[in-house]
C-alpha cells in the first residue's frame, strides 16, 4: 500500500486549517454562559399544588437546576403569616428553581419579583379538582 506523499506544505495548511477550527471552538466556548453567571438564576412555580408542581420539579432537576428543598420551606408558613418575607428570600438563595409552599400563597410572587427582577415566574392550573 502507498501512502499520498505528504509535504510540508500540505502539512502547514493543515495545521493553519486546524488552529483556526480549535479557535473558532474557543470562541464559542468563550460565549457560553458558565455557571457562575447563572447563580442568581431563579425560577419560581406559583402554583397551587396538585397542578403540575411535582412534574416541573422533575423538569428542572433533568435540565440540572438545583431545587428547593419543599419542607424547608413549608417551614416557612408562619413568617408568610405575618409578611415576613426576608427569610422566605434568604432561602431562595439555597437553589435555583422552587415551587409549593410558600411559593404558591397570595402576596409571596410580589415579594420574589421585588428580590429577584430577573426570576421566572411559572403559573400552574387545573381546569377542575376532578383532574
Same mark, same amino acid.
Given at each position: 500500500m502507498? $501512502?499520498?506523499?505528504v509535504?510540508r506544505? &500540505?502539512l502547514?495548511k493543515a495545521?493553519? &486549517?486546524? #488552529?483556526?477550527r480549535?479557535g473558532?471552538?474557543? #470562541?464559542?466556548?468563550?460565549k &457560553? /454562559?458558565t455557571?457562575?453567571?447563572?447563580?442568581e438564576?431563579?425560577i419560581?412555580c406559583?402554583?397551587?399544588?396538585k397542578?403540575?408542581?411535582t412534574?416541573l420539579? *422533575?423538569v428542572?432537576?433533568q435540565f440540572? $437546576?438545583?431545587?428547593?428543598?419543599?419542607?424547608?420551606?413549608?417551614?416557612l408558613?408562619?413568617?408568610?403569616?405575618? &409578611?415576613?418575607?426576608?427569610?422566605i428570600? *434568604?432561602? @431562595?438563595h439555597?437553589?435555583?428553581?422552587? #415551587?409549593d @409552599? /410558600?411559593f404558591?400563597?397570595?402576596f409571596?410572587y410580589a415579594?420574589? *419579583?421585588?428580590?429577584f /427582577?430577573?426570576?421566572?415566574?411559572i403559573?400552574?392550573? #387545573?381546569d377542575s379538582?376532578?383532574?
Open positions: 502507498k $501512502f499520498p506523499l509535504t506544505r &500540505r502547514e495545521e493553519i &486549517r486546524l #488552529r483556526e480549535i473558532k471552538l474557543e #470562541r464559542k466556548l468563550e &457560553r /454562559p455557571r457562575e453567571k447563572f447563580e438564576r431563579k419560581f406559583i402554583g397551587l399544588n397542578t403540575g408542581t412534574s420539579h *422533575d428542572f432537576e440540572g $437546576f438545583s431545587v428547593g428543598e419543599i419542607r424547608r420551606g413549608e417551614r408558613i408562619e413568617q408568610w403569616a405575618v &409578611r415576613d418575607f426576608a427569610p428570600i *434568604d432561602f @431562595c439555597t437553589a435555583e428553581a422552587f #415551587r @409552599c /410558600p404558591s400563597l397570595p409571596t415579594a420574589l *419579583d421585588a428580590a /427582577p430577573n426570576a421566572k415566574f403559573l400552574s392550573i #387545573r379538582a376532578e383532574q
